[in-house]
């Protein structure tokens, strides 16, 4: 079955370590996005990329880097600058120039 | 600021009656629209959109109203299912410039909680 296996699903990190997670896709979509969701907010974009070895800033990318290797694959790094990176971050990819996402099942990330 | 809002944080509806769930918008730029649907722990699934070149789009129980000159869209299911419970997701598209960048760069609304009682 094709779709976007994220993980660690559940993620617990100390402050001030940086943490990379896993976002992979066998749909074989071109573009790839990171989302962050907060308790009572919508989604907000981190990061986004159209193709292998390029990507571009979303609305809140401050304290996040991210990788375009291959296609299938688009990790997400949150860095000990991110303020407040307790949130539940989404992965989703689409064909190219398309507003349908296809999400994963998304990973909760729990700063002690 | 919130370009997209929806102001329900949550609804309530029993089953077979309708749901409606309503959604705000103040960027003028906006041309595509959509419905998510998510249960818990999940990630959002794509439910129906509408282009802002039609003001009603259709799929099944589900429809979705767009008002332009009020900047606002409405998802309605008739009827309303005990499964359809859900948080509930609008978001917005604005226009693809030359370089197709804006495609896949959505923003949300804060979502709706829909319950529907059997």
């Known amino acids: 079955d094709g779709g976007i296996t994220q993980s660690p699903k559940y993620l617990f990190r100390k402050e001030g370590q940086n943490v990379t997670l896993s976002c992979e896709q066998n749909l074989n979509h071109d573009a790839m996005y990171w989302y962050r969701q907060d308790p009572g907010q919508g989604l907000r974009l981190i990061y ?3 193709i292998v070895n ?3 800033k979303g609305d809140i990318a401050e304290g996040y880097s991210v990788s375009r290797e291959k296609k299938e694959s688009f990790p997400l790094t949150v ?3 991110q303020k407040n990176p307790t949130a539940f971050y989404l992965c989703a990819s689409s064909i190219v120039q398309a507003n349908v996402l296809t999400f994963g099942a998304g990973s909760r990330l729990t700063v002690l | 600021d919130q370009q997209v809002k929806q102001n329900s944080p949550s609804l309530s509806v029993q089953e077979g009656r309708i749901s409606i769930l309503n959604c705000d918008y103040t960027n003028s730029m906006f041309d595509y629209f959509l419905w998510y649907k998510k ?3 999940e ?3 794509f439910l129906i959109s509408i282009s802002s070149i039609k003001d009603k789009n259709e799929d099944g129980r589900f429809t979705v109203f767009l008002n ?3 900047k606002h869209l409405s998802l309605h299911i008739v009827p309303s299912q005990p499964g359809d419970s859900a948080v509930y997701f609008c978001a917005a598209s604005g226009q693809a410039n030359a370089g197709g960048t804006s495609y896949g760069k959505l923003t949300f609304g804060q979502g709706t909680i829909l319950t529907v009682h059997p």
């Open chain 2, 39 to 41: 249960y818990p722990a």
């Open chain 2, 43 to 45: 990630g959002p699934t």
């Open chain 1, 79 to 81: 860095t000990s600058a």
């Open chain 2, 68 to 70: 332009k000159s009020a």
């Open chain 1, 48 to 50: 986004y990329s159209q």
């Open chain 1, 54 to 56: 390029d990507f571009q």
